[in-house]
């Protein structure tokens, strides 16, 4: 199965404990993969289920809602 990743930083907000928090209930309800931190440690790596646009967009926005930044890994 094909997976995309989302590497969360900070951003207007600096702690990524709150962006851990939302990866863990997102993994809890199977709307991603995993998460682990990403390298450098200086966010998290959000693992997708696929590759699916739309699913990373929707992903995407709800970190960028609590203030945090996220980069689009190829």
Partial sequence: ???S???VV???E???AGAAQL????KEKHRIHDWRPAIPPRGISV???DTDS?????IANEFK?????VIEVP
Wanted: charge should be positive.
């Fill in 23 to 26: 990866a863990t209930v997102m």
């Fill in 5 to 7: 990743v989302l590497t």
């Fill in 1 to 3: 199965m094909a997976q």
């Fill in 10 to 12: 900070p951003g207007k």
């Fill in 14 to 16: 600096p702690d990524l």
């Fill in 47 to 49: 693992i997708l289920n």
């Fill in 65 to 69: 809602a609590l203030g945090y930044n």
């Fill in 54 to 58: 739309a699913n990373r967009l929707v």
